[in-house]
């Protein structure tokens, strides 16, 4: 049989939200071999290259600022990617960078997100109410549920948007920054072929400097840790592992109990009571 247009559509979202799943399922368990990198500022990098690069003003969880840091070893690559950008005509834009156990915790209550992922799952069960043993699968799947599996505590992953550099214009990607949907995998079917080929030239370009595309978030590139180890199959221990940094002066130190839920089902159910 023959699945219809929006049924098709809910298959792709359930699969493509299953295998992030698995993934980070065995990026729980992945090795790492913690270099100590210290962090840096992204903006102060840029300033000293004289590179055009842009940064979300908007504030993070609770009305903190985001914290727009890489470890050191990662800075030459960004400034080649922010460099390569603008001689094509665009900017890049950095969205989302270093994040502490707060500010990940609360990512998963903020208003975009969690009613976004119940309205999803709802979709997703043909209109029944979800479990919440569902709403937490999906929610774990794009929003990392501990230190151990969240690469932005890594200090070694950023979320981009990327800008016309003539009329400031966001290049088209199919979806804006933090969209959930059907369109949010980088391999979507259910954008333009335009926003697509963007999709590709984008990642083409993070590639040539040495960050990989997490393959279920069109927005998201990483380097040296778990994920960029387990996508490209190396089968050596992650450089990057999650890390507090002090924010006087980018030393990092392991966090304790990675892989301790940042959320547990029961505080997402009482966020959704509220909602």
């Not at 993070?60 to 603008?86: D, K, T, W, Y």
């Not at 119940?118 to 794009?142: D, F, K, Q």
């Not at 933090?178 to 995998?185: A, V």
Request: proline share 5%; charged share 25%.
């Amino acid at each position: 049989m023959t699945l219809s247009d929006e049924d098709a559509r809910r298959v792709y979202w359930a699969d493509r939200l299953d295998a992030a799943f698995r993934f980070l399922d065995t990026i729980s368990s992945y090795e790492i071999a913690e270099c100590h990198e210290p962090a840096e500022s992204l903006s102060q990098a840029a300033e000293a290259a004289n590179i055009e690069v842009a940064f979300s003003n908007k504030s993070h969880v609770n009305g903190l600022p985001r914290l727009f840091l890489l470890r050191r070893g990662l800075i030459p690559s960004f400034l080649s990617v922010a460099r390569e950008m603008n001689a094509r005509g665009w900017v890049l834009k950095v969205e989302d960078a270093y994040r502490t156990i707060e500010r990940q915790r609360g990512l998963s209550r903020q208003p975009q997100v969690l009613p976004t992922v119940l309205r999803m799952t709802r979709w997703e069960c043909h209109g029944e109410e979800p479990s919440i043993e569902l709403i937490y699968r999906r929610l774990g799947a794009l929003v990392a549920n501990s230190p151990k599996v969240g690469t932005h505590m890594s200090g070694s992953a950023i979320d981009i948007s990327v800008l016309d550099r003539d009329s400031g214009e966001e290049v088209n990607r199919g979806a804006l920054y933090l969209d959930i949907s059907e369109r949010t995998p980088m391999d979507s079917p259910y954008i333009a072929q335009a926003a697509q080929l963007n999709r590709q030239a984008i990642t083409q370009l993070m590639r040539r400097h040495g960050f990989d595309a997490y393959p279920w978030e069109f927005w998201h590139y990483n380097a040296g840790d778990a994920y960029a180890a387990l996508l490209n199959a190396t089968g050596s221990p992650a450089r990057y592992g999650p890390v507090h940094v002090n924010l006087a002066d980018g030393r990092v130190t392991a966090i304790m109990n990675p892989r301790e839920p940042l959320n547990s089902p029961a505080e997402i159910q009482e966020e959704l009571a509220r909602l």
